[in-house]
């Protein structure tokens, strides 16, 4: 018997191990509460091709955002993609705008950096967020970002900006799906 436990081990090893592909498309980006602070509401998931969502438009910051604001990013996860969603332990913790804006917001900024004009932060640190009106445009995320241990589904990324008295006071919310085909 125990060798049904050793071949069935096997067999999820090497399924796990097979190649598969990862597509990313984006479904849709709401700004949900926070107008007075920012105005997201022109930027919008929009087809591109037949089979490429992008993201397109532009929006504008009110205020300099520097660490009198904090912010969070959480992810959710809905396996079936009824918008039954569990939140998913990948997440930003929430910390103060100019250690995000150097630390994660630095390390990902490749992904948008010729689709946007959002700042690019190099060597130097930058404080604070800088008001103004900026734009994305035709921006569709890359797979290679996405770990291939991420579940396939129907994901929710909520972005939080907290003002100095600890309320909420802006939120960004998008959805996407990933996908993984069998090569």
Known sequence: MWYIAVFSGLLVLITST??????????RFEQLKGFELANATGIRVRKFNRTTSVLDGSGVLFKDCGN???FTLTVAHSRLGNNQFNEYPLKISKAKTCDILNGPYKEYQHLFKNYSNLPQVGNERVCPFPRGHYWVKNWAPASDWVP????AGYWRFTG???NP??????RLVG?????????
């Open 148 to 151: 291939p241990v991420v579940p």
């Open 175 to 183: 959805y996407l799906r990933i996908i993984k085909d069998l090569v």
């Open 68 to 70: 009198d604001y904090a």
């Open 160 to 162: 939080d900006v907290f």
């Open 18 to 27: 097979i190649a598969s592909t990862i597509r990313v498309e984006l479904d």
């Open 165 to 170: 008295q600890d309320e909420l006071e802006l």
